[in-house]
């Protein structure tokens, strides 16, 4: 679902990043009312969920892989506006690192991951919930609420997708940019993530949920915190410090099962891929024209190193920066209190 550069005209990354801007203000503006020092430490370690489960790539129908996101789990524990800004620190890291989604499409990643996902999946939560829940109830919540968040996101990237061959061609009829209309681009997406992606999202939501609220609920303050008595008998625990870096610890080193998938996200091909695919004689002008951008660490490779190495070595290189990252926050976070 990371939409790379040039499949969309510069045109619609403009207004999607612009549109994401509001969006990121007024989620830092929640943030910052809601969460102290501890909970933004925890908020970088939630980021790196993210950034590890998409990282875990999966054969989808098709011949395609997909990925889970993590943003209705980070909307649950901590908030969507929350969760907004870890999966868009997040995908800017991916973006500018390792490859992973485009630099001028950043706000198109951003706005189906970052803002539709998480709101969505949050929103289906509670009204799944409602006001008092069963356990099992709040387990079908966060099952449905990651499910369709994913699959809003992924009907989002297909009509940014297949509107391209409608609204930019050259003066022969030709498309400029993704070459897919909406009749392509709509089942090629929404299928997959249907019937594998949007399973696979909601199992990994219940799972890490189920897992934080055990081990250290008192991190959590999002629509899916456990009761304040429950969570202050837990909260004193030692081991409840040491048990969530320890998980992102062993699916860091489990990230190169996401090698094992065979093929290339749809929309995700080089340029190259997408003419022969598409049956084309030449690539479209904006993609073969388009703007170019060399990652330090393209698709999470480092010379030198087999593949699986360098996999595991980039997860622990982003889990590292995304913890710095929001360590530094709530640091700031401290000290504007403490003055």
Avoid at 88 to 114: E, I, P, R, T, W
Wanted: proline share 7%.
């Amino acid at each position: 679902m990371h939409i790379p550069d040039n499949y969309l005209s510069p045109q619609i990354d403009g207004v999607l990043f612009v549109a994401m801007v509001p969006a990121w203000l007024h989620c830092a503006r929640a943030v910052r009312q809601k969460l102290d020092a501890r909970h933004l430490s925890f908020l970088g370690m939630a980021s790196a969920f993210s950034f590890l489960l998409m990282m875990f790539n999966v054969p989808l129908p098709g011949g395609t892989t997909g990925h889970a996101v993590g943003g209705t789990l980070i909307a649950l524990m901590l908030g969507p506006e929350a969760a907004c800004l870890a999966v868009s620190v997040a995908l800017a890291l991916q973006a500018l690192l390792f490859g992973d989604g485009g630099v001028l499409a950043f706000g198109a990643n951003c706005f189906n991951m970052a803002v539709v996902l998480p709101f969505v999946g949050c929103a289906i939560y509670k009204f799944v919930a409602g006001s008092e829940p069963s356990a099992l109830r709040k387990r079908i919540a966060v099952v449905l609420g990651a499910y369709i968040g994913l699959n809003a996101a992924a009907l989002c990237a297909a009509v940014e997708f297949g509107i391209q061959p409608l609204l930019f061609i050259d003066a022969a009829g030709a498309p400029l940019y993704c070459p897919y209309p909406l009749a392509v681009s709509l089942p090629a997406m929404l299928i997959p993530h249907l019937l594998v992606a949007g399973v696979i999202e909601a199992v990994a939501t219940l799972a890490i949920l189920e897992f934080v609220q055990r081990v250290a609920p008192d991190y959590l303050i999002g629509p899916a915190a456990p009761a304040r008595e429950k969570s202050e008998g837990v909260a004193n625990r030692s081991a409840s410090r040491v048990a969530v870096p320890v998980l992102l610890g062993v699916l860091a080193v489990a990230t190169p099962l996401g090698l094992l998938a065979q093929g290339t996200a749809w929309g995700e091909w080089s340029t190259d891929e997408l003419t022969e695919l598409a049956g084309l004689s030449a690539p479209p002008v904006g993609m073969a024209e388009g703007f170019s951008f060399e990652a330090l660490l393209p698709d999470y490779s480092l010379a030198g190193l087999p593949d699986w190495v360098a996999y595991i070595m980039s997860a622990a290189i982003g889990v590292l920066v995304l913890v710095i990252i929001f360590k530094l926050l709530a640091a700031s976070s401290n000290r504007r209190v403490s003055s």
